[in-house]
């Protein structure tokens, strides 16, 4: 199994747990069914974010731009251009 399917489990795991512990509390209190709600909504969005991930784009290395202290570009000069 790779790190995405584990992943993926885990959090299915951890919503089912949710639903359980949601089912047992068995709450009309605002306040919990608020939590509930966005713990999940953030479980789900964790797990949306993993399954669309693109492989191509992870497996690249990132590369930062470096700015060169006191190297400044000009930009050529339309002068030279109407000469050649």
Known sequence: MNRDAI???????????????????????????????????????????GLWQDPVAEAKPRTRIQPQVGAVRQAPSLDKQRES
């Open 7 to 49: 992943n993926a489990l885990l959090i299915l795991g951890a919503l089912g747990a949710m639903a359980v512990a949601y089912w047992l509390l068995d709450t009309h209190s605002v306040q919990v069914r608020s939590f509930f709600v966005i713990v999940t909504m953030a479980l789900l969005r964790q797990l949306f974010r």
